[in-house]
């Protein structure tokens, strides 16, 4: 069965440093591949995502993601934290169908 | 263009009582999909639909009906709501994956329900 497993719950980082957000799935096929940023009281908008193609995909607001086939991984960067990323983050997996698996998500912290 | 819009933002309901989520999308999506989000397990599907009179079951669907008699409107019915209803109702819509890869879902902004 399709599964997502994002293993951080609650990450912190300061203003200005870098960010990498692990999500590790599972799925028989090719995978479809997802992130999703929901900020506090909003619904779901998605950054970006990995069909096929180029392993390096990037998304809005300055975030990217890698698709590694040999590690069933699909990690979100970015490479300088704001204030206003702080939000709860999805990874999610397509099956067929356009139906969605999703993570359990992280929460990001932003600490000036 | 308001996209995917929900009603009501919230509501608070006794045990055993009944409503209906409406969601409304002007994308002329032939997709609609109702999700249920709770703290640690992300968000999981309940029902969707395909098009206009179609609905097929999620991943959670007991207790909950739907009904899509408009292609741009998608209902969430609880006939008996429960405690473990309680939780963040998430709509979204989308194009189908015609030949190829799923489409992005467009998300609502939520109804949170609390039955007590």
């Not at chain 2, 409503?19 to 968000?43: F, K, S």
Request: proline residues 5%.
């Amino acid at each position: 069965a399709q599964s997502v497993t994002q293993p951080d719950i609650h990450i912190t980082v300061s203003e200005g440093a870098s960010l990498e957000l692990r999500c590790n799935y599972s799925y028989g096929a090719t995978p479809y591949l997802f992130w999703y940023v929901q900020s506090p009281g909003q619904g779901l908008q998605l950054l970006l995502k990995y069909f096929s193609g180029d392993t390096l995909v990037q998304g809005i607001k300055g975030f990217e993601a890698e698709f590694k086939r040999s590690q069933s991984s699909f990690n979100l960067r970015k490479p300088s934290v704001h204030w206003s990323d702080a939000a709860e983050y999805f990874c999610a997996v397509g099956k067929y169908g356009n139906k969605l698996v999703f993570g359990a998500g992280t929460i990001l912290r932003v600490k000036s | 263009n308001a996209g995917v819009t929900q009603t009501p933002k919230f509501r608070v309901l006794k045990t055993g009582q009944s409503m209906t989520l409406l969601c409304a999308q002007d994308m002329n999506h032939e997709y609609m999909y109702w999700y249920r989000q709770d703290p640690g397990m992300g968000l999981r599907l309940i029902h969707y639909s395909v098009g206009e009179g179609t609905t097929a079951k999620g991943e959670v669907p007991d207790g909950y009906n739907v009904s899509r008699l408009k292609k741009q409107n998608f209902l969430l019915g609880l006939e008996s709501a429960a405690p473990s209803q309680t939780s963040v109702y998430f709509c979204a819509s989308s194009f189908p994956p015609r030949g190829g890869p799923g489409n992005e879902q467009f998300f609502g902004p939520g109804t949170r329900l609390t039955v007590l």
